[in-house]
């Protein structure tokens, strides 16, 4: 597979790491995984709305980064399964730090986002709030 053109730089390499761990299926699998080693379809009835195609299409992208490893034991039908590597642990543990941090910080962005909604809301667009605005 080729590169994309860009990617040479810094910036966009690490852009186009964040873009794969950052989804919300890489981290939910990564999540799954983190329990051990998981079978295909164990992972597909795990996550609610996601489809099979998504669920390739994200294995897969893990599997490239190296991520995540894939198993075959080649029975009828083939039975793969799919476990964490050692450099996606290490992930986890970063994607567990920030699911604490947004457990942690819930009631305060809930309420961040009520009172922005109330003063967009009165003003008519957040462009409109004059940055004086007091908070309802």
């Known amino acids: 597979m080729t590169e994309r053109p860009g990617l040479e730089h810094p910036t966009c390499q690490q852009r186009d790491i964040l873009d794969r761990v950052g989804d919300k299926w890489s981290v939910l699998l990564l999540s ?7 079978r295909y379809s164990e992972l597909h009835r795990a996550v609610d709305g996601l489809s099979q195609r ?28 799919y476990a964490l590597t050692p450099v996606g642990r290490d992930l986890h543990e970063q994607v567990t730090a ?14 961040s986002r009520a009172r922005f909604d109330a003063r967009t809301s009165v003003f008519g667009t957040a462009a409109d709030v004059p940055s004086s605005a007091p908070a309802p």
């Open 98 to 111: 920030f699911v604490t941090w947004a457990e942690r910080h819930r009631h305060h962005i809930a309420d």
């Open 32 to 38: 799954l995984l983190d329990g051990g080693d998981r």
């Open 54 to 81: 998504m669920l390739t299409l994200t294995l897969r992208g893990l599997e490239r980064d190296g991520l995540v490893s894939r198993t075959v034991v080649p029975v009828t039908p083939p039975q793969v399964s």
